[in-house]
């Protein structure tokens, strides 16, 4: 079933039909409207397969999507316009552009815990650069896989967009196929084993993987305010947000006012009762569920700690002064728990941040602009905020990716059109003038060539 639908579209690529914007933007358009249709569908598949409450599917799903649509649908004539540049004098007279050109067949494969804005997301970038696809969604989101294949079955023929669902050994199977591009969201271990099956066919790839994202509080923060901001960054999704805070490194002056303020709003938000919540969601696996509650044994609880075997439920749980080398310190955490770590020097977090590989996010708060300044330079991460989280994600004017362990390439908006397309250049010249300068035999002055640098 791979090979034929490798094979399918490649030769419809080779039929230029993707060549023109305007075949590309109708297709986007009836992607918009099935989309549209399909809303409560989709929030209701988010539901099943791990209790989304359904303002946060629509919010951080459906609609962050159909944003992405709407913008590519507007600007995808302008953008897959060549690009004309300045000419170089070298090259007198010519005509030279950028010509924005798709890759071929692009390969996404997604992760489970955003299951529906992740592997749909890259799509909208793909399709718009003229790209066929073959998306294979994450096995661990079944119900959100099953009206994906559903969607984009109803909107597009198969040699042009295919969702082949299914688990490691399919993912396996179309990375053994040659693709002109890969784009993979998910865990580094994998990222690492997709990067290495990309070599085979010198093969482009984007990475967006995740990593340990340190939120730093300093002494001067506004410190209602930033509990807020980190509770709903934090536990929206139930900690399963690769830009969730990972952990806090919080001024041990304003540690005690931090830990009350964070208890206070995760009452304000889900209620003393977290589990009887509609607005708090649960463990998408079994696995997973078992690896976070195992990562609590024997730390000091400053909060919360209720596990439910039965619903794959956590409670938001804050945890004090875990030791660097604890199970739960060791890597990403991707749940509801929040270490509180405090800290008296910048060499303390120097200690703490450099220990791990380059995160995909950093927060910083604090109302000190030469702290925030000095934080949001010192370190290499993916992308952040200053007094708040997760929501640089929300402005598709940022690129949105991760750098070193947290991924290579950016997308959304326009950055993910540029992402999907090669930017091709091309010189046009003219017949009628041919400086005889360039060609053999070499008789003009060294001290003429000398000089060339002034005409590139
Ligand atoms: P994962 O790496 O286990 O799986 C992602 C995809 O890869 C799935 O479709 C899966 O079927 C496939 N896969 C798994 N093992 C494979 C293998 N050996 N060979 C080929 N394909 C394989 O990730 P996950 O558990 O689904 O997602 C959680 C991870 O994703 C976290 O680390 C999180 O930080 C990261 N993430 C990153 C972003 C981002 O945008 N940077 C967004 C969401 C999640």
New binding site residues.
Partial sequence: MVKSIVQTQNTFFASQRTRDSHFRKQYLKKLMQEVLKMEDAICDALYADFKKPKFEALATETQLLLAELKLAIKHISIWSRPNPVDFSWTNFPSKDWIQPEPYGKVLI??????PFM?AMAPLVGAIAAGNTVVL?????SPNTSKIIAKIITAVFPPEYVAVVEG??EV??AL?AEKWEYIFF??????GK??YQSAAENLTPVTL???GKNPCIVDETASINLAAKRIAWGKFINAGQT?LAPDYILVHQSVKGKLVEQLKKNIVKFYGEDVQSSTDFARMATEKHYEELKQSLEGEDLLFGGTCSDADLYISPTLVNEPQIQSGLMEG?I?GPILPIVSYSTQEDLDRYVLHYPES?ALYVFSKNRKFQKEIMGRYRFGGGAINDTVIHISNKNLPFG?VGH??MGGYHGKHSFDLFSHQKSVVKRANWLDVPMRYAPYNIPIRWVKRIRHLF
């Fill in positions: 494969i997604s992760p489970w815990n955003y992740l294979k969604p994450s096995e661990l688990g490691v993912s396996q990375l969201t998910g865990s580094t271990r994998v084993i997709i967006e993987l995740g690769c990403e991707f995909l991760g947290s991924g």
